[in-house]
Protein backbone atom coordinates (compact mmCIF):
# COMPACT_ATOMS: atom_id res chain seq x y z
CA UNK A 1 0.00 0.00 0.00
CA UNK A 2 1.21 3.47 0.36
CA UNK A 3 3.73 4.94 2.43
CA UNK A 4 3.57 8.12 4.12
CA UNK A 5 6.34 8.97 6.72
CA UNK A 6 5.91 11.66 9.26
CA UNK A 7 9.20 12.92 11.23
CA UNK A 8 9.65 13.19 14.23
CA UNK A 9 7.76 10.11 15.53
CA UNK A 10 8.78 11.85 19.26
CA UNK A 11 9.42 15.84 20.24
CA UNK A 12 10.10 17.13 23.81
CA UNK A 13 10.80 20.61 24.11
CA UNK A 14 10.29 23.44 26.45
CA UNK A 15 7.41 25.49 26.30
CA UNK A 16 7.87 28.63 23.57
CA UNK A 17 9.51 26.51 21.21
CA UNK A 18 8.54 25.75 17.61
CA UNK A 19 8.00 22.75 16.51
CA UNK A 20 8.15 21.38 12.86
CA UNK A 21 6.32 18.21 11.69
CA UNK A 22 7.18 16.98 8.03
CA UNK A 23 4.73 14.78 6.41
CA UNK A 24 5.99 12.98 3.11
CA UNK A 25 4.36 10.77 0.62
CA UNK A 26 6.79 8.26 -0.63
CA UNK A 27 5.23 6.44 -3.62
CA UNK A 28 2.58 8.59 -5.07
CA UNK A 29 1.68 12.19 -5.69
CA UNK A 30 -0.49 13.46 -2.91
CA UNK A 31 -2.37 16.32 -4.33
CA UNK A 32 -3.88 16.84 -0.64
CA UNK A 33 -2.60 16.44 2.86
CA UNK A 34 -4.78 16.51 6.38
CA UNK A 35 -3.41 17.18 9.08
CA UNK A 36 -5.16 15.93 12.38
CA UNK A 37 -4.78 15.89 16.58
CA UNK A 38 -5.76 13.06 18.53
CA UNK A 39 -6.24 13.20 22.55
CA UNK A 40 -6.01 10.16 24.40
CA UNK A 41 -8.41 7.60 23.78
CA UNK A 42 -10.15 10.07 21.27
CA UNK A 43 -10.69 9.82 17.87
CA UNK A 44 -9.26 11.87 15.34
CA UNK A 45 -10.03 16.05 15.09
CA UNK A 46 -8.95 17.43 11.69
CA UNK A 47 -7.32 20.42 12.16
CA UNK A 48 -6.59 21.73 8.35
CA UNK A 49 -6.87 20.08 4.83
CA UNK A 50 -3.79 21.28 2.71
CA UNK A 51 -3.68 21.45 -0.96
CA UNK A 52 -0.10 21.81 -2.74
CA UNK A 53 0.54 25.29 -3.65
CA UNK A 54 -2.55 26.58 -1.91
CA UNK A 55 -3.14 27.80 1.29
CA UNK A 56 -4.18 25.38 3.70
CA UNK A 57 -7.94 25.52 4.80
CA UNK A 58 -8.36 25.25 8.96
CA UNK A 59 -11.42 23.74 10.66
CA UNK A 60 -13.53 25.82 12.89
CA UNK A 61 -11.38 26.79 16.43
CA UNK A 62 -7.90 26.18 14.94
CA UNK A 63 -5.53 29.16 15.37
CA UNK A 64 -3.89 29.07 12.00
CA UNK A 65 -1.22 31.64 13.21
CA UNK A 66 -0.20 28.84 15.86
CA UNK A 67 0.07 26.09 13.67
CA UNK A 68 1.50 26.83 10.52
CA UNK A 69 1.16 24.53 7.06
CA UNK A 70 3.18 24.30 4.16
CA UNK A 71 2.52 21.85 1.15
CA UNK A 72 5.56 23.49 -1.14
CA UNK A 73 5.17 19.78 -3.04
CA UNK A 74 3.30 17.15 -4.27
CA UNK A 75 5.47 14.73 -1.72
CA UNK A 76 5.84 17.15 1.37
CA UNK A 77 3.78 19.03 3.92
CA UNK A 78 4.41 20.53 7.02
CA UNK A 79 3.51 21.60 10.33
CA UNK A 80 4.89 24.26 12.37
CA UNK A 81 3.65 24.53 15.99
CA UNK A 82 5.02 27.95 17.04
CA UNK A 83 5.73 28.84 20.59
CA UNK A 84 4.28 25.95 22.27
CA UNK A 85 3.07 25.58 25.35
CA UNK A 86 1.69 22.38 27.18
CA UNK A 87 -1.88 22.23 25.78
CA UNK A 88 -0.64 21.68 22.34
CA UNK A 89 0.76 18.30 24.11
CA UNK A 90 -0.94 15.64 21.48
CA UNK A 91 -0.61 13.26 19.00
CA UNK A 92 0.04 14.88 15.66
CA UNK A 93 -0.81 12.46 12.31
CA UNK A 94 -0.76 13.56 8.76
CA UNK A 95 -2.30 11.70 6.17
CA UNK A 96 -2.01 11.64 2.16
CA UNK A 97 -4.77 11.55 -0.44
CA UNK A 98 -4.77 12.08 -4.36
CA UNK A 99 -7.86 14.65 -3.44
CA UNK A 100 -10.66 12.84 -5.11
CA UNK A 101 -13.56 10.86 -3.16
CA UNK A 102 -14.05 7.37 -2.85
CA UNK A 103 -10.66 6.81 -1.98
CA UNK A 104 -8.39 6.08 1.20
CA UNK A 105 -6.63 8.75 3.19
CA UNK A 106 -3.04 6.71 3.56
CA UNK A 107 -1.82 8.13 6.92
CA UNK A 108 2.07 8.57 8.83
CA UNK A 109 2.87 6.92 11.94
CA UNK A 110 2.23 10.45 14.06
CA UNK A 111 4.29 12.87 15.89
CA UNK A 112 4.30 12.21 20.06
CA UNK A 113 4.32 16.27 21.05
CA UNK A 114 5.35 16.60 24.52
CA UNK A 115 5.40 20.46 25.92
CA UNK A 116 6.97 20.99 29.18
CA UNK B 1 -26.09 18.11 15.43
CA UNK B 2 -23.60 16.16 13.17
CA UNK B 3 -22.98 12.61 15.16
CA UNK B 4 -21.19 9.67 14.54
CA UNK B 5 -21.09 7.06 17.72
CA UNK B 6 -19.15 3.99 17.72
CA UNK B 7 -19.36 1.92 20.77
CA UNK B 8 -17.26 3.59 23.29
CA UNK B 9 -16.65 0.51 25.39
CA UNK B 10 -13.97 -2.31 24.60
CA UNK B 11 -15.10 -5.43 23.09
CA UNK B 12 -13.64 -8.24 24.28
CA UNK B 13 -13.98 -11.58 22.14
CA UNK B 14 -12.78 -14.93 22.25
CA UNK B 15 -10.00 -16.56 19.54
CA UNK B 16 -12.13 -18.05 16.73
CA UNK B 17 -15.65 -15.84 17.66
CA UNK B 18 -16.81 -13.08 14.82
CA UNK B 19 -16.66 -9.37 16.20
CA UNK B 20 -19.32 -7.25 15.10
CA UNK B 21 -18.66 -3.49 15.45
CA UNK B 22 -21.42 -0.38 14.97
CA UNK B 23 -20.92 2.93 13.34
CA UNK B 24 -23.93 5.23 13.86
CA UNK B 25 -24.42 8.55 12.28
CA UNK B 26 -26.81 11.64 12.53
CA UNK B 27 -27.26 14.17 10.31
CA UNK B 28 -24.66 13.21 7.35
CA UNK B 29 -25.08 12.05 3.98
CA UNK B 30 -21.77 10.07 3.42
CA UNK B 31 -21.21 9.15 -0.22
CA UNK B 32 -18.63 6.66 1.16
CA UNK B 33 -17.57 5.42 4.70
CA UNK B 34 -14.80 4.07 5.29
CA UNK B 35 -12.92 1.82 8.10
CA UNK B 36 -9.53 1.90 9.38
CA UNK B 37 -7.50 0.00 12.22
CA UNK B 38 -5.46 2.27 14.19
CA UNK B 39 -2.76 0.22 16.85
CA UNK B 40 -1.68 2.12 20.16
CA UNK B 41 1.11 5.08 18.77
CA UNK B 42 0.60 4.40 15.01
CA UNK B 43 -1.24 5.62 12.33
CA UNK B 44 -4.49 4.75 10.68
CA UNK B 45 -4.30 2.29 8.45
CA UNK B 46 -7.43 1.42 5.95
CA UNK B 47 -9.21 -1.61 5.86
CA UNK B 48 -12.45 -1.25 3.69
CA UNK B 49 -14.77 1.07 1.74
CA UNK B 50 -18.23 0.96 1.15
CA UNK B 51 -20.18 3.10 -1.29
CA UNK B 52 -24.10 4.64 -0.31
CA UNK B 53 -25.19 2.34 -2.84
CA UNK B 54 -23.24 -0.65 -1.62
CA UNK B 55 -25.24 -2.65 1.03
CA UNK B 56 -21.72 -5.23 1.49
CA UNK B 57 -18.49 -5.15 1.46
CA UNK B 58 -15.76 -7.75 1.87
CA UNK B 59 -12.48 -8.74 2.25
CA UNK B 60 -10.37 -11.60 3.45
CA UNK B 61 -11.96 -12.19 7.13
CA UNK B 62 -13.75 -8.61 7.30
CA UNK B 63 -16.80 -7.77 6.20
CA UNK B 64 -19.29 -4.26 6.20
CA UNK B 65 -22.59 -3.19 5.77
CA UNK B 66 -24.18 0.17 5.11
CA UNK B 67 -27.53 1.16 5.41
CA UNK B 68 -28.16 5.03 4.27
CA UNK B 69 -32.04 3.70 5.85
CA UNK B 70 -30.92 2.98 9.14
CA UNK B 71 -27.83 5.54 8.72
CA UNK B 72 -25.77 2.82 10.01
CA UNK B 73 -22.52 0.29 8.87
CA UNK B 74 -21.73 -2.80 10.83
CA UNK B 75 -18.09 -4.28 11.00
CA UNK B 76 -17.61 -7.57 11.22
CA UNK B 77 -14.16 -9.27 12.08
CA UNK B 78 -14.53 -13.32 11.56
CA UNK B 79 -12.47 -15.82 12.63
CA UNK B 80 -11.00 -13.55 14.39
CA UNK B 81 -7.39 -13.87 16.19
CA UNK B 82 -5.06 -12.02 18.65
CA UNK B 83 -3.51 -10.02 16.27
CA UNK B 84 -7.25 -8.45 15.33
CA UNK B 85 -6.57 -6.84 18.52
CA UNK B 86 -6.75 -2.81 17.53
CA UNK B 87 -8.95 0.30 17.82
CA UNK B 88 -11.49 -0.08 14.44
CA UNK B 89 -12.68 3.83 13.52
CA UNK B 90 -15.36 4.79 10.75
CA UNK B 91 -14.94 7.85 8.68
CA UNK B 92 -17.58 9.42 6.63
CA UNK B 93 -16.73 10.90 3.29
CA UNK B 94 -19.71 12.98 2.30
CA UNK B 95 -18.02 13.06 -1.12
CA UNK B 96 -17.06 17.12 -1.48
CA UNK B 97 -14.13 17.88 -3.11
CA UNK B 98 -10.68 16.58 -1.49
CA UNK B 99 -12.46 13.64 0.02
CA UNK B 100 -12.21 15.03 3.66
CA UNK B 101 -13.18 12.34 6.49
CA UNK B 102 -15.14 12.96 9.68
CA UNK B 103 -14.07 9.94 12.22
CA UNK B 104 -15.76 8.22 14.91
CA UNK B 105 -14.55 7.69 18.43
CA UNK B 106 -13.70 4.14 17.51
CA UNK B 107 -14.21 0.65 19.32
CA UNK B 108 -11.31 -1.14 20.83
CA UNK B 109 -11.32 -4.62 20.20
CA UNK B 110 -9.35 -7.10 22.17
CA UNK B 111 -9.41 -10.62 20.81
CA UNK B 112 -8.41 -13.40 23.84
CA UNK B 113 -6.75 -16.63 23.08
Known amino acids: GAVVSQHPSRVICKSGTSVKIECRSL??????MFWYRQFPKQSLMLMAT?????????EQGVEKDKFLINHASLTLSTLTVTSAHPEDSSFYIC????????????FGDGTRLSIL | SQKIEQNSEALNIQEGKTATLTCNYTNYSPAYLQWYRQDPGRGPVFLLL?????KEKRKERLKVTFDTTLKQSLFHITASQPADSATYLC????????????FGGGTRVLVKP
Open chain 1, 50 to 58: SNEGSKATY
Open chain 2, 50 to 54: IRENE
Open chain 2, 91 to 102: ALDEGAAGNKLT
Open chain 1, 27 to 32: DFQATT
Open chain 1, 95 to 106: SAAPGVSNQPQH
